[in-house]
């Protein structure tokens, strides 16, 4: 569901940066300093989660499927690690689209997505909005695929259903046998 939202906010800021005349220097560097500012305001918040992170002390132990176990804290802090990189990495990209190609899109995009996305993250959700949720509790998150549809798990109403269709499968199968037979002898006479 995020991928469609984060749809709904690329498409106009891109179609209103498209509004934007940028041959002009003064509009270049609002667009610049709004960019700086929002991703100083960011850094900002990451630095005070990782306090928050650490304050909290969480060492209640998390077993990730594939890797030793290890605690809250360590997993939230390797969890924030990976999105200050992910960070990062994006605001390379984009300022190599900017400053080589001259692309003024992606500064704007990136205005609006990486505050939306920082919002949206699990340790945000927990730490500053303080929700405390089943599936905020369960660590390692699983991180879902972007080109897979949402899941609904009902494991126990899917078990019940296969057992009644396997015996639902089985006597019908054993009447139709006969009535087959039947019919094949009819037309060899």
């Known amino acids: ?35 700086v500012l929002i991703h100083l305001l960011l850094a900002a918040g990451i630095g005070v989660l990782y306090k928050k992170i650490t304050a909290a002390n969480n060492k209640t132990p998390v077993k990730p499927e594939d890797g030793e176990e290890t605690t809250v804290v360590a997993h939230d802090l390797a969890e924030l690690k990976k999105y200050a990189i992910q960070v990062c990495v994006s605001l390379a990209i984009v300022g ?26 699990n340790l ?4 500053f909005l303080g ?10 998150w699983v991180q879902p695929s972007p080109f897979s549809l949402p899941k609904v798990e009902e494991p126990e109403a899917e078990e019940e259903n ?4 396997v015996k639902t499968v089985e006597d019908e199968d054993k009447p139709k046998k006969k009535s087959n037979n039947k019919k094949k002898q009819k037309k060899a006479d």
Not at 162 to 165: H, V
């Open 1 to 35: 569901m995020a991928g469609l939202s984060n749809f709904f906010v690329i498409i106009p800021v891109v179609y209103l940066v498209g509004q934007v005349d940028f041959t002009q220097e003064m509009n270049v560097f609002y667009l610049r300093l709004v960019f």
């Open 124 to 127: 945000f959700q927990i730490y």
């Open 96 to 121: 190599f689209l900017h400053f080589k190609l001259e692309l003024f899109p992606p500064l704007a995009v990136q205005c609006a997505m990486n505050p939306m996305n920082f919002y949206n993250h």
């Open 162 to 165: 296969a057992d009644e269709m």
């Open 131 to 140: 929700k405390d949720t089943p599936e905020l509790r369960k660590r390692p």
